[in-house]
């Protein structure tokens, strides 16, 4: 049976240039959600007196997996959660899921989307308390989705990114989104060169600008914000996505 949210926390651990690895803390179990080293998770969660109960893989790529390994040797008993679909690429597996599946995770039900594009086998998590309405939904989505901007088609297709962008489009607007990388000023940079005149670009450049030189981060986002000021979501079409993903790729600062 799910449980009620109670004091439910979600935090930021910046690792590398750019990487974020979320840390899902209830009580005095741990969540990790692709943990590209190990040192820096580990000693956070030692620091916390926190036992680590399972890690979710959104994809293969080795600044998200790159950690998993060591954190099993600290923490044997880990369940290691990944795509059934990519078995060879993301070792460890221990639930191994499928899109549409439901687990249950610290006692909450977490549901699996499958959101090709940046892989082949991408997937997002997502986390929604159906018994507590004041607590924000969350969605763990890798490289599928960025503050202001998408992930990189280096498996999948425009196609297949624009439907996995059109599926989380359809979710609560008031869903927490948790991306895996720090891109959001350069996201937004150009999309306001992109459009010079949206007010609410702007705007949340400018914000954006502040929170990056106190040194923090700009995550997570909101679907809404997203919406508002995100161009790959806001795209209304396949071509207009296209058109938008290909300016982006040869967009230079």
């Not at 080293?37 to 600044?63: C, R």
């Not at 679907?223 to 290909?246: D, W, Y």
Request: hydrophobic content about 40%.
């Amino acid at each position: 049976m799910a449980k009620q949210r109670n004091d439910f926390m979600i935090h930021p651990l910046p690792v590398l240039e750019d990487n974020i690895v979320w840390i899902w803390v209830e009580e005095n179990n741990a969540v990790v959600v692709d943990p590209s080293i190990t040192e820096p998770v580990e000693s956070w969660l030692k620091a916390n007196n926190l036992f680590l109960k399972a890690i979710l893989q959104t994809h293969h790529h080795f600044d998200h997996i790159g950690g998993t390994e060591g954190l099993l040797k600290s923490w044997p008993g880990t369940e290691v959660i990944a795509s059934k679909d990519d078995l060879n690429r993301i070792p460890f597996q221990t639930t191994s899921v499928s899109d549409g599946d439901e687990i249950l995770l610290m006692g909450f039900p977490l549901q699996v989307f499958q959101v090709k594009g940046h892989t082949n086998t991408h997937l997002a998590y997502f986390l929604k308390d159906h018994q507590n309405n004041s607590k924000s939904p969350a969605l763990f989505c890798g490289d599928t989705l960025f503050a202001g901007g998408c992930g990189r088609l280096f498996e999948g297709s425009s196609a297949e990114m624009y439907l996995s962008l059109k599926r989380i489009n359809t979710l609560p607007l008031n869903t927490q989104i948790f991306c895996a990388h720090e891109y959001t000023l350069s996201n937004l940079r150009w999309a306001n060169e992109l459009f010079p005149e949206d007010i609410a670009i702007k705007k949340r450049l400018q914000k954006v600008i502040k929170t990056r030189e106190d040194g923090l981060t700009t995550l997570p986002s909101t679907l809404h914000l997203e919406q508002m000021t995100n161009l790959f979501l806001r795209a209304r079409s396949l071509k207009e996505f296209s058109f938008l993903r290909h300016h982006k790729d040869h967009w230079t600062s």
